[in-house]
């Protein structure tokens, strides 16, 4: 693991925490601080917009190195990327938007024997 076991259950308790944030604007008191004026407002809006972005920062950073310890065997790793040229459709324009592609001629084979 990168981080000590200690920090998995601080991040835990932490995202906790910082997801109930939007309650404190259905408190009486933080209504009213905000209500005061349109800086308190601003400021409180930055404040609760803040705590949600480290919040997320913390769990991507958990997520990340979940999915780096648990793919170690690289089970899920992806070598080759189709190239664009399949998702063109044969009878219109392709996904894209771009003009039609010519569709390939589908004549069958014959085997003799």
Known sequence: CLFPGGAYIAVAALDV?????????YLPDCRAFVKASSLNSECF??????????RRALWATIRLEHEHLS???RFRSVCWV????????PDGPDLEGAPKAK????????LHG
């Open 17 to 25: 925490c910082l997801r109930s944030t939007w309650l404190l604007t």
């Open 45 to 54: 809006s930055f404040a609760i917009g803040t705590l949600e972005l480290v």
């Open 71 to 73: 793919n170690a065997g």
């Open 82 to 89: 189709p190239p664009l040229e399949h998702r063109r459709r």
């Open 103 to 110: 569709a390939p001629s589908r004549t069958r084979m014959r």
